[in-house]
């Protein structure tokens, strides 16, 4: 992960949000997304950690009539302790609600449900058995990450997606020892990996695999490879030069100019050369009539005349 930068700009496109999302990520989320809508799964939406809003302006995206989408974030507020104000000051200081809110506003009419503070305050906030699609994407810390996975497993209903953002990143351990603790004793099981984001759910994953292997499969952008790990099935994927998928751009979106129409260039070797002369009637005839040999000769008469 490294430092994205805040920008006082409104976004034209979902590409223009500073954020860390990379394309695999974003098929993926909007796969699980639609996928709820198909099979007619209706709850709420519900992310911690938002940054400048890139993945939570894709969540907004996929809302269906009646649900409700909550965000929860520390901004500019105060961390619960030393150890994520440190985390917090180091990764996050460009990070502010208005900022959030700008990008948001520009791709959605309304906001989102917005908690200001730690994400232990959600289960306060978000009524148990409620959310369909959960991203945790907060804390690093051990301790916070533990709390945001149990708080995620009494609000979402029980075919609910769980994404862990962070689950195997070197500078992030305590997510990894948290995910796969809950995957061991808590009852989480996986449905894939992507670089950066574990997928799962406290369901039967099986038939989403199934599913999932389908499509990627169609696909020639994403590699995939199956593991089992302590008796859980896992799908790898990776990207293989994979864009994005379409997204509506923002309300402020300008289309670009298109580019010149250049006009066909006339190599100087060819434009130089004259043209030749037609020859005239009279030499089209004796043409036709002297035989080959006799023509040949006097081509060579004429050459040593010259």
Known sequence: MTHAQATDTHPGELTDVPGWFPALDQTLFTWFLEQQKK??????????????????????????????????????????????KAESAKSYASLTQQAFERNYLSFHDTLPTVITGPSSLVDEKVAPDSCRFIHIDASHLYEHVHGDIGAAHDILLPEGIVVLDDFR????????????????????????????????????????????????????DVGLSMQEAAGHRLIRTRSRGMKPPAFPPSRHYVEPEPAPVRAAEVSSSRAARPARPVPSPARRLAKDLLPPVLTRAVRRARAKRS
């Open 39 to 84: 099979s007619g799964i209706k709850g709420d939406l519900l992310e911690l950690g938002v940054y400048l809003g890139k993945s939570a302006i894709l969540l907004g995206h996929h809302l269906q009539d009646g649900e409700r989408f909550t965000v929860c974030d520390l901004f500019e507020g105060d961390a619960p302790d030393d150890a994520n």
């Open 169 to 220: 990143s070197e500078h992030t351990p305590g997510v990894a020892v948290a995910a796969w603790e809950a995957v061991l004793n808590r009852g989480l099981r996986p449905i894939c990996l992507s670089t950066q984001k574990l997928y799962a759910t406290w369901g039967d994953p099986e038939p989403l695999q199934e599913e999932l292997l389908a499509t990627l499969r169609l696909r020639t």
